[in-house]
């Protein structure tokens, strides 16, 4: 599954890679381990191609604004611009750890764009021990990835995607409950 994400990067299909990656985890996760994980990935990645294409370009966009924005403020040093640029920076924050539920979003439920992105940011925003413990978890992933180089070639992208998509899966499932009752 890196593999293809790796060869997409080059091919502009880097986003659509990484959701059937998401979505072969997300496999693992329901406990599905019998599946045939090639065929399986092709299957999510030619479903989800045009949404993920849509969503990546659309993340690109705001980062990219988000981040220029942020340049031009920190460039202008008055005082009355101090709080916008607070304001920018807890923004920016929010966006970057909206996104490790996008993904999971895409793969779990058949949502528009739009609504990718406004649950991305309500589930991070509701869920902030999820969320905090997702940040700790990657952290600790890079940290051993760090120590032992030799397995990023192996489990970089798809141990990421399986720890993710399991903690945005109970997420999914508290949220539900509460909707049921």
């Known amino acids: 599954m890196d593999f293809f994400s790796v ?3 080059f091919v502009f299909s880097f986003f659509p890679a990484t959701i059937a990656m998401f979505g072969v985890c997300r496999k693992w996760v329901l406990k599905e381990y019998e599946i045939p994980v090639f065929k399986q990935f092709v299957h999510v990645f030619k479903k989800e191609y045009f949404k993920s294409q849509k969503t990546g370009f659309i993340l690109l966009f705001i980062w990219a604004l988000l981040y220029i924005e942020l340049q ?5 040093d008055l005082y009355y611009f101090k709080p916008l640029l607070l304001f920018f920076y807890i923004l920016m924050f929010l966006f970057i750890i909206s996104i490790l539920y996008m993904a999971p979003i895409v793969v779990h439920y058949n949502s528009s764009v739009i609504k990718i992105f406004k ?3 309500l589930i991070t925003i509701a869920n902030p021990l999820y969320t905090i413990t997702i940040i700790a978890s990657v952290f600790c992933l890079v940290f051993i990835l760090n120590m032992i180089p030799g397995l990023i070639i192996f489990f970089s992208g798809s141990v990421f995607a399986f720890v993710i998509m399991w903690f945005s899966h109970q997420v999914f499932i508290k949220n539900e409950q509460k909707l049921a009752v």
């Open 72 to 76: 031009i403020l920190r460039a202008v």
């Open 7 to 9: 060869i997409g990067l």
């Open 119 to 121: 649950n991305s940011l």
